[in-house]
């Protein structure tokens, strides 16, 4: 199971971590995704970490203000956002997949599990 928090309603320029909390087999053989849905949108992707936290890839809307990272020993992926703008309004979901490879993978159909998600507000 994966669980996402650390959503809320927030300031346009303010910050949150978004955390992704994992049960069930050892975490560190899964590549980790953030995807996030806003209102009449499709689901897309905003980050990726590979198992060993070595690779991490970024949509471009969120380049330089999102940062991934993981601690396995924690069985958690965080999702840092700085500077959230209005657009980043969207329910944010974590995904999953066993990799015996390191890679970033920003595809939803490369990711086996889904948590359901936690929602960001930004207002301006």
């Known amino acids: 199971d994966l669980v996402e928090s650390g959503g809320g309603l927030v300031q346009a320029g303010d910050s949150l971590r978004l955390s992704c909390a994992a049960s069930?087999?050892?975490?560190?053989?899964?590549?980790v995704g953030w995807f996030r849905q806003g209102p009449g949108k499709e689901r897309e992707f905003v980050a990726s970490?590979?198992?060993?936290?070595?690779?991490?890839r970024y949509a471009d809307s969120v380049k330089g203000r999102f940062t991934i990272s993981r601690d396995n020993a924690k069985k958690t992926v965080y999702l840092q956002m700085n500077g959230l703008r209005p657009e980043d309004t969207a329910a944010y979901y974590c995904?999953?997949?066993?990799?015996?490879?390191?890679?970033?993978?920003?595809?939803?159909?490369?990711?086996?599990?889904w948590g359901q998600g936690t929602q960001v507000t930004v207002s301006s």
């Open positions: 995904a999953a997949r066993a990799d015996t490879v390191e890679a970033a993978r920003t595809e939803r159909s490369e990711y086996a599990y």
């Open positions: 069930g087999p050892p975490f560190s053989v899964f590549t």
């Open positions: 970490i590979s198992v060993r936290g070595t690779i991490s």
